[in-house]
């Protein structure tokens, strides 16, 4: 005889239940659930506590989310360039997000801008009260997203730049440094016209590294010509034009830093294009390190940014604002890696 396994699933209590087995209205277990037990009487507060306690009631996430007055919905921000399927970047920082809040329970709702028609369109989607504060993955320096989350008290968090001036919170690598020892490691190699395809300007971190490469070049002794620095978009296809107008550059550069490994990788197929080879003509540098940079070829060298570790600590900020109610300016820089591959090489 086959014995026929019966799963029986308990029915969750309702509120309902809970004021009947009390003797009070729904809305005085509502109002007592809320911390408004001052309203009646200490003994009615204690009858709608034991009935919770006997039945064993929980309230539904809707139901905690009225009685504790928020959503525990976090929002997060993507600006114009961010492609949300295609961007390495903003998949590894949403990674690191999403590993943070949802243990916790903590869901999210991605806005992107890219295809907004106003500015300020993407406020309908998070000043509706449907999120209890706000992640901005990489804004612009002067982003709609951005102001409106200044000027509001919603709780905010930068991720992936420092953008100073600001009083919101800010996680981001420490990328100057990383990007004056690329350039200072590429001079001790022998390298001494070295070209810099720089990301947007709008964008803080490009701004940032731009500012490390002249420095280090001043302080290697090497003035930089006209020429040598191009400005992309920290995309592939930015990054092969700007490639291509560098390749014009004569005497030609030996070495090439990227602001990002994307553009770099545009660089690549610039270069493979113009029947050079990596490293032996021209040696490339990347930023970031995504997981294609060890599988194109040459493999790229570049360096490392924690970018899970950069949307973690983002949400971890974030949460701890929702939860506190006090929002701070705090910078958290992590260190970058260099990750050395076969894509430099002293020069010929």
């Given amino acids: ?3 026929a396994a019966v799963s029986v699933q308990r029915k969750r209590c309702t509120i309902k239940e809970v004021a009947a087995r ?6 005085t277990v509502s109002n007592v659930l809320q911390n408004k037990s ?3 009487s200490r003994e009615t507060a204690e009858r709608v506590w034991q009935a919770v306690r006997e039945l064993g009631y929980r309230p539904s996430s809707v139901a905690r989310s009225l009685i504790r007055q928020r959503t525990d919905t976090i929002g997060v921000i993507l600006e114009e360039r961010q492609e949300l399927v295609l961007d390495p970047y903003v998949m590894s920082v949403l990674e690191g997000i999403l590993e943070y809040t949802v243990p916790r329970d903590y869901p999210i709702k991605i806005v992107s801008m890219m295809y907004q028609q106003r500015p300020d369109s993407f406020q309908a989607h998070v000043d509706d009260g449907s999120v209890d504060g706000v992640i901005l993955v990489a804004p612009r320096t002067h982003s709609a997203a951005l102001q409106w989350a200044v000027e509001t008290d ?6 992936g730049s420092t953008l100073p001036g600001t009083p919101l919170p800010c996680v981001d690598v420490d990328d100057i440094p990383a990007f004056y020892r690329a350039v200072r490691w590429l001079v001790e190699m022998g390298h001494q016209r070295i070209g ?9 971190s490009a701004r940032r590294r731009l500012q490390a490469y002249h420095q280090a070049m001043r302080d290697m002794g090497i003035a930089v010509e006209p020429g040598w620095v191009v400005e992309g978009q920290y995309t592939p296809p930015s990054g092969k034009q700007a490639m291509e107008r560098l390749l014009e550059v004569s005497p030609p550069l030996t070495a090439v830093v990227c602001g990002n490994d994307w553009m770099a990788m545009g660089a690549m197929e610039a270069i493979h294009q113009r029947g050079l080879r990596i490293p032996d003509d021209i040696s490339l540098v990347g930023f970031d390190d995504i997981e294609s940079a060890q599988w194109v070829m040459p493999p790229l060298t570049t360096f490392r940014q924690p970018m899970r570790q950069i949307g973690a600590k983002a949400a971890e900020l974030l949460i701890e604002q929702v939860e506190t109610g006090k929002r701070e300016r705090e910078v958290v820089l992590f260190p970058a890696e260099l990750i050395v591959r076969q894509s430099v090489a002293p020069p010929r």
């Fill in 22 to 27: 009390s003797g009070v209205s729904v809305a």
């Fill in 1 to 3: 005889m086959v014995n």
């Fill in 196 to 204: 810099h395809i720089a990301g947007p300007q709008t964008h803080w």
């Fill in 154 to 159: 919603i709780p905010a968090v930068v991720a």
């Fill in 38 to 40: 001052h309203l009646y």
